[in-house]
């Protein structure tokens, strides 16, 4: 028989199995959490700074409006992505889940560009631009509260159920309160006198949605062209594989990103004297 077995390998188990029930409920409660929370932030962001002459306060519920539209296509691709391989899509639905985000993530860009542009052609008319609302200033506040609030309780979540994509989204919302914190800033900036400030925060504010959204739309072009993973990756796969009895040696190693999931191709190598159902064993032993 031939020294190699042809087999694929990988790095985590049941790639196109539902994960662990309480995992994928603890991920469905905190999204709708922080739908709720996203809902109800854009609403008071939006129709605030729109009477309170704040531009800042209603890019950042522009903001919150899309990490809304982010927390429905999590919940659709949780839903649909996660369905069992079939005969039209051997390798699993978890694709649907990148082009969710190869889609919000230039639909970000666009917002982020859109705000931008915005507030450029406003501060060439200084004479337009008018103090805020000290009201204003109090809703953002609440909403920086909203968002630290919102980053423990998902962290304390994902730290529970052990879930690296629920930590990911956790930092996220960290990171979302950054942008309230510059819109604290420009609306106290404002109220001083400064009124341009206001108009400075929400361009900082249409920078930072506009960055999110190009990193998660080259992520998912990165991995919708099968773009492997880096090199320490690899390199504990090889080690890993090579550790695994039976295994002599290997070529051929591939890599890919689905979703959360990695696949590997490998073409492992065994002895050549042993039998086809020994090889197989190792094979298999080996995913």
């Known amino acids: ?99 969710a985000s190869l889609i919000l993530g ?49 962290l304390a979540v994902a730290q529970r159920v052990r879930s690296q994509m629920l930590v990911a989204n956790a930092w996220h919302a960290r990171s979302d309160a950054a942008s309230s914190l510059v819109v604290i800033v420009g609306i106290i900036g404002n109220l001083m006198g400064y009124t341009f400030l206001d108009l400075v925060a929400a361009g900082v504010v249409g920078v930072m949605i506009a960055y999110m959204g190009i990193q998660f739309a080259r992520d998912a072009l990165m991995e919708l062209v099968d773009t492997g993973l880096d090199e320490k990756e690899v390199r504990a796969i090889r080690n890993t594989l090579k550790a695994v009895p039976g295994v002599m040696g290997l070529h051929e190693l591939r890599t890919r990103k689905m979703a959360d999931n990695a696949l590997v191709d490998a073409h492992i190598i065994v002895d050549p004297r042993i039998s086809v159902s020994e090889g197989h064993y190792i094979a298999e032993a080996a995913r």
């Open 106 to 154: 230039a639909s970000l860009a666009a917002l982020g560009a859109g705000l931008l542009i915005a507030t450029g052609l406003r501060l060439q008319h200084p004479e337009q631009i008018h103090a805020v609302h000290p009201y204003t200033l109090w809703i953002a506040i609440i909403a920086l509260v909203a968002k630290e609030g919102m980053f423990r309780y998902m």
């Open 1 to 99: 028989m031939k020294n190699h077995i042809h087999a694929v390998a990988l790095d985590r188990s049941a790639v196109f199995e539902p994960a662990h029930p309480a995992r994928f409920a603890a991920a469905r409660k905190s999204t709708w959490v922080s739908i709720l929370i996203n809902l109800l932030l854009s609403i008071f962001q939006v129709t605030g700074g729109f009477f309170g002459k704040s531009q800042s306060l209603m890019a950042d519920g522009m903001h919150s409006f899309a990490d809304l539209v982010s927390d429905v296509l999590v919940l659709f691709a949780n839903r649909h992505g996660n369905k069992h391989a079939d005969a039209n899509h051997p390798y699993g639905h978890a694709r649907i889940e990148t082009a």
